[in-house]
């Protein structure tokens, strides 16, 4: 599983990110957790509003933070 | 509080942003005056900050205004911090027929009690951590 957490460094994205490591580590999932900060990336990936979540491809979250048990949800899908 | 970097979260970072399809939350902190409560004030506002909810004051939930009790009966989640085993903020919602959807108290996450108004940044954190991963939540 690839899992993407793009932020450029405010206080919602580390937030989602540490989230994200959470969830990861209380579902056991095998994850690569890749942040992307540079905001032409994020904005290619048609992300326009910080923080953003991906999945194996498909945003999950933009715009705001998931909590770790919603993280874990989309995990365990 | 460190200058932010430049985001594209729309807002100065907790203001503003997207809504739809969120949970309203209010947290209500004790604001006690020992160390254990002033840490919940700061963590509400942090929180405030990241998203998670909108601090309200406990002082004017305690006086029973009609505005703030019906904002709290009307959100989707109550969020308690209390500072200690006191529980000061639980009692002054439960008896105004507020019920919490999720009750946190910080001595019970490890951090000491003590004389002075003294914590850390890591204190802030252990709170605003233990919210974000649903710690207080009735199962």
Same mark, same amino acid.
């Given at each position: 599983?690839?899992? +993407?957490?793009?932020g450029t460094?405010c206080m919602k994205c580390?937030r989602?990110?540490?989230?994200?490591?959470?969830?990861?580590?209380?579902?056991?999932?095998?994850?690569?957790?890749?942040?992307? +900060?540079? #905001?032409?990336?994020?904005?290619?990936?048609?992300?326009m509003l910080t923080p953003g979540? #991906? #999945?194996?491809?498909?945003?999950?979250?933009s715009g705001r933070v998931?909590?770790?048990? +919603?993280?874990?949800?989309?995990?365990? +899908? | 509080?460190?200058?932010q970097p430049v985001c594209s979260c729309g807002s100065s970072c907790g203001e503003g942003g997207p809504t739809? /399809?969120i949970?309203? =939350?209010?947290?209500?902190?004790?604001?006690?005056?020992?160390?254990?409560?002033? $840490?919940?004030?700061?963590?509400?506002?942090?929180?405030t900050e990241e998203g998670y909810?909108k601090?309200?004051? &406990?002082?004017? $939930?305690?006086? /029973?205004?009609?505005?703030?009790?019906?904002?709290?009966?009307?959100?989707?989640?109550?969020?308690? $911090?209390?500072?200690?085993?006191?529980?000061?903020?639980?009692?002054?919602?439960?008896? $105004?027929?507020?019920?919490?959807?999720?009750?946190? !108290? !910080?001595?019970?996450?490890? &951090?000491?009690?003590?004389?002075? =108004?003294?914590?850390?940044?890591?204190?802030?954190?252990? !709170?605003?951590?233990?919210?974000?991963?649903?710690?207080? =939540?009735?199962?």
């Amino acid at each position: 599983m690839t899992i +993407e957490v793009l932020g450029t460094g405010c206080m919602k994205c580390k937030r989602l990110l540490k989230n994200v490591e959470k969830a990861v580590e209380e579902t056991k999932t095998e994850a690569e957790i890749i942040k992307i +900060e540079d #905001i032409n990336e994020i904005m290619d990936r048609g992300v326009m509003l910080t923080p953003g979540l #991906i #999945i194996n491809g498909e945003l999950i979250v933009s715009g705001r933070v998931a909590d770790v048990k +919603e993280i874990s949800g989309y995990l365990l +899908e | 509080m460190a200058e932010q970097p430049v985001c594209s979260c729309g807002s100065s970072c907790g203001e503003g942003g997207p809504t739809e /399809g969120i949970v309203q =939350r209010l947290i209500f902190p004790c604001a006690g005056v020992a160390n254990t409560g002033q $840490l919940t004030n700061c963590a509400a506002i942090q929180l405030t900050e990241e998203g998670y909810g909108k601090a309200a004051c &406990i002082a004017l $939930l305690a006086t /029973g205004a009609e505005g703030i009790v019906r904002a709290a009966k009307d959100a989707d989640e109550v969020l308690i $911090l209390d500072g200690c085993a006191a529980r000061c903020a639980g009692k002054i919602a439960d008896s $105004l027929g507020i019920c919490a959807e999720q009750s946190i !108290v !910080v001595t019970e996450l490890g &951090i000491e009690k003590k004389g002075s =108004r003294e914590y850390t940044d890591d204190d802030i954190e252990t !709170v605003v951590s233990a919210v974000w991963e649903g710690e207080g =939540r009735e199962e």
